[in-house]
Structures are given as C-alpha cells and as structure tokens.
C-alpha cells in the first residue's frame, strides 16, 4: 500500500505561482512512477505531469509546458509540482497518483495509488 497526501494548494491571482507537494508513505518510494493530475467541476480527470522512478525523466502534458515542473526527492519521500504563470484554466483539484512501476505515463489507469487531491483555484 502506498498512501498519498497532497498540500500546496489555495488561492492565487493570474500570473502567480504555487508549489504542490506530496507526501508518501508505504512501501518503497524510490520504485515508483509518480504523476500530477487535475479534474475541474464537469470535466474529466487529465494528466498534468509525471516523473519517473529516479527523477532523471519528466513528461508534461502540452497545456502546462513551461509553466509547471515536477521534481521528486526520494530521501524525503515526496513529489512536487511547481506551477508558475498560473492562468484561470488551471483551476482545478489536483491529485498525486502512484504507479507501482519505475516508468512514467500519461495514462490515469496506469496508476495505482491516489491522494485525496488538493485545490488550486487561480482568480482573473
């Protein structure tokens, strides 16, 4: 079992900036895919960015390129997501998912384990 919980999110105005964290627990972290999602109301779940076992690999979906930068530090056990240049279209839940394989995807089902999600909400 691998146990996730998001913090970092709030409020902020255009253009601003928040960094999410995520914090595991469980069972090996280090071996670990680790990826970011977000689902605003009435809309489906969509991959943000991801990062494999060692950090050496990050992926991005096209919307959050150069924007945003995922980051892992596995002594601590925790991923990060910094998002710069926030725009009013990034407001949404974001949840920290855990893939139970050392390779990163872009796909939700590939993933095992699941936050509970924090908001971000970016304000025009």
């Known amino acids: 079992q691998v146990q996730l919980v998001e913090s970092g999110g709030g409020l902020v105005q255009v253009g601003g900036s928040l960094r999410l964290s995520c914090a595991a627990s469980?069972?090996?972290?280090?071996?670990?895919?680790m990826g970011w999602f977000r689902q605003a109301p009435g809309k489906e779940r969509e991959f943000v960015a991801a990062?494999?076992?060692?950090?050496?690999?990050?992926y991005y979906a096209d919307s959050v390129k150069g924007r945003f930068t995922i980051s892992r530090d596995n002594a601590k056990n925790t991923v990060s997501l910094q998002m710069n240049s926030l725009k009013p279209e990034d407001t949404a839940g974001y949840y920290c998912?855990?893939?139970?394989?050392?390779?990163?995807?872009?796909?939700?089902?590939?993933?095992?384990?699941w936050g509970q999600g924090t908001q971000v909400t970016v304000s025009s």
């Open positions: 990062i494999n076992w060692n950090g050496a690999r990050t």
């Open positions: 469980g069972r090996s972290f280090s071996a670990n895919a």
């Open positions: 998912a855990a893939r139970l394989g050392m390779t990163y995807t872009y796909d939700a089902r590939s993933y095992d384990y």
